[in-house]
């Protein structure tokens, strides 16, 4: 049974050119930046951002949970995909878990880290027990 | 029970004629109807249906049957209700035995607020004729003995409006019944004969363009169910309608009896048992508009899912058949019968996912209006003019579930 | 099954998405105010063909994006995420 945890990171949403920067900077390994959409990040533990865009939206957000995924884990959430998940790491992939609108953060497991598991937090009972 | 039903009626085949008073395009429940009230009650025999494949090749050969009147708004409850009528007494009428059986309909409610759409929905239909009755849980279970009332742990059924009169009849017999009613008297049925245009006289409709030539007509009626823009567009005609595919599936037999109808105003799928004793079940009609009859995968997981949470028996049972049809859906998810303000062409249509059960009151309405050149007081709200008067007969609520 | 494209999350089953509808058009031949502006809020070009189309990813980055297809074949032929005012309009 998979353990999905409140999230408590950053939402910034703002002109793609400004994320794109974001996304492009060096960040020490415990940052986690995912691109939901052009003009929408996820940031997890990241104490302080700076980001130039006029109309730049930058929010606590914790209305996401997740878990971090060992390989068998992985291997055992891919069964419940129905699209071929990618082969380039990092990447985040979105779409149904088991029938459940999800992300997942895709790392490469030869360095060491693991992958990350999330949907919003209203869903999280529906996606453990499909997974179950 | 004999599939090959047609080898048993009597019909006699046409050449076609150059000219008919009436020329029906579409060979589905509705342009038959139509042929079928035209000669038997009003004498107009000189009459041709004309049809692209074989008769009942469209929707009213491939639906779920399912025969009710506990729509939402009055115009239609009583609409449905006169066919309701209609169909009780089509065996008796037409000699031909549809295999119709009134069996009620239980509508399942989740929530509050499904309970109180129920309970309205119960008033206004008995105050229009068509007896519906809320009832309980427990009672619900009495009906039906297969209901898991607690919806498999994740939709418990709060209660139900009961439509006691509701009924199914073997879709093919029906239209077959018509057909040959209707050819008995006459009346030509000209199959695998597709209408590829309209004869112009200026603004006014003359005839059709076939494949097989021209035939010159007094009236043109389109009934041609998910194809009808194809139809419209040959005379400028816009109408507010897509074509949306629906699909249905069937199980093997089930050994015992599932008495009623059962349907969910909520999960959006219903569930009856035909006369060999399979299920058969439906849902939802596919998001986006297409003409293609591709049957999905992912439509059989999510009905499924629903139906085994409501009857679990269903689990046991095996998906023996899935099939697709291309449903005329209106934007207000009403009828549009009647004149089209184009001279000589008259139209049925927007009959969507729920036109089998219309067959009769719509065909012999429809007749009465050719005949006569009269709306019939049942046929008024329905006119292609409501969209442009701000008259949209919105009820959407009440398709759901077909 | 249907799959549709993302311009963001790649090829996906269509019960990712929500359809929002074609492009309403309303035909030149018609030149009545009033007329067109029943015509643009009640009916359908419903074609058989290639359509223009929004739909929505509401499983994966719940972004709207274009597609055009196949009303016949169901074949999806492109998705981007230009919007309405890029195309028929
Ligand atoms: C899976 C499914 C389940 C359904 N379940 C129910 C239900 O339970 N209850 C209910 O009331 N309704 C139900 N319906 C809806 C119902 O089947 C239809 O509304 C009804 O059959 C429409 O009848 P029709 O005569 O208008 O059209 P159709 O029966 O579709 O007939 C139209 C005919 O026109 C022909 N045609 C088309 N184009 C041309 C042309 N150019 N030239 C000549 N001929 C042409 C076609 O070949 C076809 O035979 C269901 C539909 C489907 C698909
Ligand atoms: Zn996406």
Redesign the interface.
Known sequence: MLALETLHGTRIVAAPEALDALDAATWSTSVTVLRFAPDDVFVLGAETISISGEYAIVEAESGFVGCWLTDEQLAHVAEHIDWPLPVERPVLVQGFVAGVPAKIWLTSSATGERSLLLCAAPYACELTERLA | MNEFVETLLDLQWHEPKSTYDVVIIGGGGHGLATAYYLATRHGITNVAVVEANYIGSGNSGRNTTIIRANYGIPESVRFYQHSLDLYSTLEEETGCWIMHATKGLLWLAHTETAMRSERARCLLNTACGAETVMVDPQAAKAICPQLDLSGGGRYPVLGASHHVGAATARHDRVVWAYAQGAMRMGVHVLQNTQVTGLLRDGERVTGVQTANGNISAGVVLSAVGGNVTTIANHAELRLPVRTHPLQAFVTNGYAQSLGPIISDTELFCYVSQTARGQMLIGAEFDPQPSYSTQSSFNFLQSCTSKVTHLLPFLKNLRILRQWTGICDVSADFSPIIGHTGVDGLLITTGWGTWGFKAIPAGGSLMAELIATGKTPPLLEPFGLDRFASDQALADQGSTGTR | ??WLTCP?????????F??GG?FPTV?D??TDP??RD??Y????????GV?T?RWFH??????WHTAR?D????AVLHTGIEDATDTVL
């Open positions: 099954m249907l963001i999350c790649g090829r996906r089953p269509i019960d990712e929500s359809f074609e035909p031949r018609i009033a007329t029943v015509d809020v009640w009916m359908f070009d419903n074609i058989a359509t189309e509401h499983a994966g980055c719940r972004r297809r009303t016949i074949t169901d």
